[in-house]
């Protein structure tokens, strides 16, 4: 398995729903900001609507810090839109919805699942340089928290910021960070 944090995203132009329109997002869409690359495996399913709302519900928190989220399945452009009229979970999403279609920007995360066409449960934070700098894939069955992928990304953002102080376990903004040094080894 490779290690694709530092790894620049690759090039990508996806058709994507947004807001009731249909348009295209491509890498250079997201250089230049913080954002999320939210991957799921199917719409019109269990688990996926369940996290798709929960970061709806989390949506403002995120665009508050300058984050921006994309949602990511195999599913088209046109299956998000159905979705969304006939979901009232799915209607209150305001982040686009990309449609990776032939799973090329999933196969290039190492998240494609050949059998059965979709992704696994894959979350990318990346930088405004375009890196990434954190990510979790989950197996099919097992559902994420929108509080703790803002939480990573609140502590990406701190340590991107403060390259000399890094942030422990259950870290929140204005928490204490740690300053590495001898002097903390066998300390904590």
Not at 2 to 28: C, M, W
Not at 48 to 76: N, Q, R
Not at 90 to 108: C, F, N, T, V, W
């Amino acid at each position: 398995m490779t290690n694709l944090i530092g790894r620049e995203l690759p090039d990508f132009k996806l058709q994507a729903y947004h807001q009731g329109e249909l348009k295209e997002v491509s890498r250079e869409d997201l250089e230049g900001q913080w954002s999320i690359l939210f991957f799921y495996p199917a719409d019109f399913s269990f688990v996926c609507p369940t996290e798709l709302g929960d970061l709806a519900d989390h949506y403002s928190d995120f665009k508050k810090i300058g984050v921006e989220v994309y949602s990511v399945s195999t599913d088209s452009q046109y299956v998000h839109k159905a979705w969304a009229d006939a979901s009232d979970t799915i209607k209150k999403i305001q982040y686009p919805m990309l449609a990776d279609r032939a799973g090329a920007l999933s196969k290039e995360l190492g998240i494609y699942v050949e059998s059965g066409g979709l992704a696994l449960r894959g979350t990318f934070i990346v930088n405004p340089q375009g890196k990434i700098v954190a990510y979790e894939v989950n197996d099919l069955g097992i559902g994420r928290n929108a509080e703790e992928v803002l939480r990573k990304v609140q502590a990406a953002q701190f340590v991107d910021k403060h390259g000399d102080q890094v942030c422990p376990a259950k870290w929140k903004p204005g928490e204490e960070t740690l300053s590495p040094s001898l002097n903390l080894v066998g300390k904590l």
